[in-house]
Nanobody
Framework: VQLQASGGGLVQPGGSLRLSCATS????????IGWFRQAPGKEREFVSA????????FYGDSVKGRFTISKDKGKTTVYLQMNSLKPEDTAVYYC??????????????????WGQGTLVTVSS
C-alpha cells in the first residue's frame, strides 16, 4: 500500500490549489481515503475524507464550503481541491488510507497507511 501526495506550493490568500494523492498496491473500493494537515506546533487536523465504494464525503468545519475531495474515474488518485485559501490553511498536508470498519473518519489513529506530506503555504 503506497500513497504519494503532491501539488503543494505557495499561494496568495484567496487563491486555489489542487492536491493529488496517487495510490498504488490497493483498490480504492476497499479503503477510505483521508486528508489531514499539520501546522508547526499543532496537532494533526482532519481535513476531509472520501469513503470506499459509495464515495461519501466528509469535511472538517474549518474547510467546509471551500475544499472538495474527489476521486478520478480510474480510481487510483484522490484529489483535494482547495479554494479561497487563507493563511491559516498553511500546513503540511497528508493523505491516508484505512481499511478497518468502525472508528471515525476524523481520527488520524484510525488510518493505517500514510503518504509523505506536501507543504501548502498561503501568504502574500
Amino acid at each position: 500500500v503506497q500513497l504519494q501526495a503532491s501539488g503543494g506550493g505557495l499561494v496568495q490568500p484567496g487563491g486555489s490549489l489542487r492536491l493529488s494523492c496517487a495510490t498504488s498496491g490497493f483498490s480504492l473500493d476497499e479503503y477510505d481515503i483521508g486528508w489531514f494537515r499539520q501546522a508547526p506546533g499543532k496537532e494533526r487536523e482532519f481535513v476531509s475524507a472520501i469513503t470506499r465504494v459509495v464515495d461519501d464525503t466528509f469535511y472538517g468545519d474549518s474547510v467546509k464550503g471551500r475544499f472538495t475531495i474527489s476521486k478520478d474515474k480510474g480510481k487510483t488518485t484522490v484529489y483535494l481541491q482547495m479554494n479561497s485559501l487563507k493563511p491559516e490553511d498553511t500546513a503540511v498536508y497528508y493523505c491516508s488510507a484505512r481499511r478497518i470498519w468502525g472508528g471515525s473518519y476524523t481520527r488520524p489513529q484510525d488510518y493505517e497507511y500514510w503518504g509523505q506530506g506536501t507543504l501548502v503555504t498561503v501568504s502574500s
